[in-house]
């Protein structure tokens, strides 16, 4: 039998992660370190492993329950190579240090079980509810393997130069950079969006590190709706986001 097709064999490598095409994770397991991976992204695998759904606490069942935020994780362990993908997404390994990294978890496709994560709040001018109102944040030490719709793009942030982007189409950033969520400079316009552009919400950030975005954007947060009534669609009144969440931490 001969194919082109065999021009895409297995990577080898001695790394834990290694992208062995650009929208497929290879993962070696040795026995020792687990891995957690986004519910269903087996493709393929060898050697013996097991795949058991992650505990989630009660905390956690909660967040998920009231924010939207949180990821359905299976737990693979064993000595082998497992292989990762979602919808044929563009794959991404990410070192997570001290400064930690704050994503979407539609995009997590795989982390370090050691990595420890908590959903978060982004503060709103204007409390409104809906996409990159929350957040999960991951920290610790390990890596991270996050998809994307595209090729990316990575933008640095520094303090003489802060970086705008869609809601819609931010994937992650860096921990430590100040964040916040608006839409127009007039407060009388956060019902609409801007004229006839098309644009609308929009994640500033200050400080040092990097903001990572996708080309491609979902529905526009102002279709999201949390709580009852045309208010907390816009997130505004007790049922809006300003009303239900006065802190950065979600508890």
């Known amino acids: 039998m001969q194919s082109p097709l065999f021009n895409y064999t297995e990577q080898q490598s001695q ?19 687990d891995v957690l991976a986004r519910k269903g992204a087996m493709v393929a695998y060898q050697g013996l492993m097991e795949f058991d759904a992650e505990y989630q606490s009660n905390a956690q069942l909660l967040a998920r329950s009231r924010t939207g935020e949180g ?3 299976m737990r693979c362990s064993g000595q082998g190579t497992v292989y990762l993908a979602n919808l044929a ?37 204007y409390g409104i509810s809906g996409t990159g ?41 860096s921990s430590s950079l100040r964040v916040q969520m608006q839409a127009q400079t007039h407060s009388s316009g956060v019902f609409r969006r801007r004229g006839n552009t098309g644009e609308g919400w929009e994640l500033s950030f200050l400080g040092q590190g990097f903001a990572l975005v996708q080309p491609s954007e979902l529905l526009p947060p102002q279709n999201a709706q949390i709580g009852q009534g045309l208010a907390a669609q816009f997130g505004v009144g007790q049922h809006g986001a300003h009303g239900q969440n006065q802190n950065n931490s979600w508890n």
């Open 15 to 33: 790394d834990r992660y290694t992208v062995q095409n650009p929208q497929l994770l290879r993962v070696s397991l040795t026995g020792h370190d």
């Open 133 to 173: 109102k929350y957040q999960l944040n991951i920290s610790g030490t390990g890596k991270v393997a996050l998809m994307t719709s595209g090729q990316p793009l990575m933008m640095q942030v520094t303090p003489d130069k802060y970086v705008s982007a869609d809601a819609d189409a931010i994937v992650a950033w």
């Open 71 to 73: 990821l359905d994780l």
């Open 89 to 125: 997404q563009y794959v991404h390994v990410v070192d997570v240090d001290h400064d930690g990294l704050t994503v979407d978890s539609s995009y997590v496709l795989a982390l370090d079980s050691g990595l420890h994560t908590e959903v978060i709040a982004v503060d709103s001018q």
